[in-house]
């Protein structure tokens, strides 16, 4: 068996900061090797333009496994393990090493492309392209996979946006599938086709398949729907060209929510339109909400209380904490996430955008509860 490294993968986000890699960004690693595999096939029939399939086993005995991750955001050791017998003449690569190099750069020639306002096509057949659908799935606005290419070529860097292009240059294709998470109530259930239906704070209504695992919950978040009960669904949502969910694919996870829920709440203020108070209210940003919901699923910690949620009159938000007498606020400005805290005499400034800044306001909600329950031990 021959072992090769061939690709180190750059992370870059803050959730790769630490050197940690998310699952669901691993889970793009198993649809790369299927990728690679396939790439690495069409390349061999370009050479053997009279066949019409690759020969019987042709690249069976290859895997591509994560080797290590190094430091610097955090780097991907892509090894390719090939069991198939080593070549007569020494230091000669394999045919299956050969194509499977090919793949490569032939898929980031593509990426580069997508991102250079090039034609992808012109690297990969077109049907080729749907891999792009699962590879890159759990990247989030603001990060990227970079591959770094060597000989003066600029790096291929594959973020949200150009794994959008790429998927849709497809001929044909009209939906991209994307990690999604919705808020929103039951409204039915069908057990016949084994789908439930959650209406969101806009009023539209999503179907997803209704997951054995998950069934009871969801018969519980419907019959509790009108007394206003709210469930997360986190799963594979289907969009359309317009960016617009039209259903999910798959469900991962079902989550009954608090009534406080933070990011429920900021749909609810995506509802809101210019004057919405007394003529003077300015509308908050839709794509500024989403990403506070975001922050705040990221780094709030589950063990301190919800804050309400309301919006202010310039666009921004506004959280407030009620406990026992106390009532903590901290206003956010948006898009600058600057979030300006007060709570009596104790005034400070918080960049949201951030771990340590909400590290910080944490520090501070933790500190009054704290400061409250030894007061009523006393």
């Known amino acids: 068996m021959s072992e090769v490294e061939f690709l180190?993968?750059?992370?870059?986000?803050?959730?790769?900061?630490?050197?940690?890699?998310?699952?669901?960004?691993?889970?793009?690693?198993?649809?790369?090797?299927?990728?690679?595999?396939?790439?690495?096939?069409?390349?061999?029939?370009?050479?053997?333009?009279?066949?019409?399939?690759?020969?019987?086993g042709f690249?069976?005995?290859?895997?591509?496994?994560?080797?290590?991750?190094?430091?610097?955001?955090?780097?991907?050791?892509?090894?390719?393990?090939i069991a198939s017998t080593t070549p007569l003449i020494p230091n000669a690569i394999s045919p299956q090493q050969a194509y499977l190099q090919?793949?490569?750069?032939?898929?980031?020639?593509?990426?580069?492309?997508?991102?250079?306002?090039?034609?992808?096509?012109?690297?990969?057949?077109?049907?080729?392209?749907?891999?792009?659908?699962?590879?890159?799935?759990g990247l989030r606005d603001g990060e990227s996979i970079t591959f770094n290419r060597g000989d003066g070529i600029s790096p291929a860097r594959l973020t949200p946006q150009t794994r959008r292009r790429l998927v849709l240059a497809a001929p044909g294709v009209t939906f991209i599938t994307d990690d999604a998470v919705r808020r929103g109530t039951v409204v039915d259930t069908n057990d016949a086709d084994r789908t439930f239906t959650i209406r969101l704070a806009t009023g539209q209504e999503v179907k997803a398949p209704l997951p054995p695992e998950h069934r009871d919950a969801i018969l519980d978040a419907q019959r509790e729907a009108p007394s206003g009960i709210r469930i997360a669904v986190h799963g594979v949502g289907r969009f359309n060209r317009s960016e617009k969910l039209v259903g999910f694919d798959g469900v991962e996870d079902i989550t009954?929510?608090?009534?406080?829920?933070?990011?429920?709440?900021?749909?609810?203020?995506?509802?809101?339109?210019?004057?919405?108070?007394?003529?003077?209210?300015?509308?908050?940003?839709?794509i500024s909400l989403e990403k506070l919901g975001q922050l705040f699923t990221d780094y709030y910690p589950n063990e301190l209380p919800l804050p309400y949620t309301f919006p202010t009159e310039n666009g921004g938000v506004q959280f407030e904490?009620?406990?026992?007498?106390?009532?903590?606020?901290?206003?956010?400005?948006?898009?600058?996430?600057?979030?300006?805290?007060?709570?009596?005499?104790?005034?400070?400034?918080?960049?949201?955008?951030?771990a340590e800044g909400w590290a910080g306001l944490a520090d501070r909600v933790a500190s009054l509860v704290a400061t409250i329950l030894n007061e009523e031990i006393a």
């Open 8 to 56: 180190k993968p750059r992370l870059d986000g803050p959730r790769f900061r630490d050197h940690a890699i998310p699952l669901d960004v691993l889970k793009d690693l198993a649809a790369f090797e299927e990728f690679l595999i396939s790439v690495a096939k069409t390349e061999w029939l370009k050479d053997h333009p009279t066949r019409r399939r690759t020969p019987r």
């Open 59 to 81: 690249m069976s005995d290859v895997a591509v496994k994560l080797k290590g991750v190094e430091e610097g955001s955090a780097i991907l050791v892509l090894t390719a393990f």
């Open 102 to 137: 090919r793949a490569s750069e032939a898929i980031l020639e593509a990426v580069s492309a997508a991102e250079t306002g090039g034609s992808p096509t012109d690297s990969l057949p077109a049907k080729t392209l749907a891999y792009f659908d699962r590879f890159g799935r």
């Open 256 to 286: 009954p929510l608090e009534p406080l829920d933070v990011p429920a709440r900021l749909d609810e203020l995506q509802l809101l339109k210019a004057g919405w108070l007394d003529g003077g209210g300015k509308a908050p940003n839709a």
């Open 321 to 354: 904490w009620r406990i026992n007498e106390a009532t903590p606020e901290i206003e956010i400005d948006l898009p600058s996430f600057r979030g300006e805290w007060l709570s009596g005499d104790d005034e400070a400034t918080f960049d949201l955008t951030s």
